[in-house]
């Protein structure tokens, strides 16, 4: 994979562009690939947004959102857009199959495809690219992208807005290892440049439905356990609570940092029935590799502290998996 400056020449006459991101994409997918979109169009490129999956309401007020594809309620308008493409940007994922059904249609494609990644061991299918497990978000990298391609210049305020987004979120609201200095430095140049952080706070973390409240009082009332013994809190939501309180897609989103707060918690895990399948998001402080832990007993992967998984068995036979592994992770959780 050449880097990504080498695709400056490739930038300098408009091209048909699909930018994509990961299946139900968060914060810092929506927001890398919205900045990516409004730098590219400002170079004069037929650019469209395509989301495999839909994306929370509280993503919505993103500047070109409202241009976004959603794959599965508008497949023939996604492939449409796929028809002819010169470039095709990956962001916020490094395997095709994170983008679920769109992923034997992007496979065959015949064009150039650019990777703006920071999650580990990216497939060999990308022709240009970042791959940084150190950068704090994709977010992040599409900014410092955007500098090496010598166009800062062109760094709005819709850009600004769909960085500080996913970087926020990403790095929990700058809390998490990965804020380091460069990413202070990043936002104090978004703000130099007309940023208004409290608005896009208020956008993202207050802008939930009273549903979504009462369904966070419950889980942490009644389905949480914590295990002292190996410093590890769980919550295990059955799909049963999902629909009671009639939750939407990002509902659930950062529920498992609730558990980190707990003094002493060096693990937390999220387990989610889906009613498809079950799907876990783990959290850790310190030395604890959650990305090693998903890779080898929940099929997944992600950053070191902070990674997901999923599973076929039912919620009952994925919690006791889950507890039996943490019995044999005991020593490395002290």
Known sequence: MKSIEEIKPLLENPKKVVITMHQKPDADAMGSSLALYHYLIQKG??????????????????PGADGVIDYESSTDKAMQALEGIELLFCLDFNALYRTKNLAPHLEPLQCTRVLIDHHLEPQPVFDYGVSDTGA???????????????????INLEIAQCIYAGTVTDTGSFRFASTTARVHRMVADLMDRGLRHEVIHQAIYDNFLENRLRFLGHSLLNRMEVFYEFNTAMLAIPYSDLKRFDLQTGDTEGLVNFLLSIQGIKMAALIIDRNVEVKLSFRSKGDFDVNTFARKYFDGGG???????RSTDSLEKTVNRFIKAVEENETALQ
């Open 45 to 62: 490129h037929d650019v469209t947004v395509i989301s495999p999956t839909n994306f929370p309401d509280f993503l919505k007020w993103m």
């Open 303 to 309: 950053h070191f502290n902070a990674s997901g998984g």
């Open 136 to 154: 704090s978000s994709t977010a992040q990298l599409v900014y410092e992208t955007i500098y090496k391609l010598g166009d800062e210049k062109l």
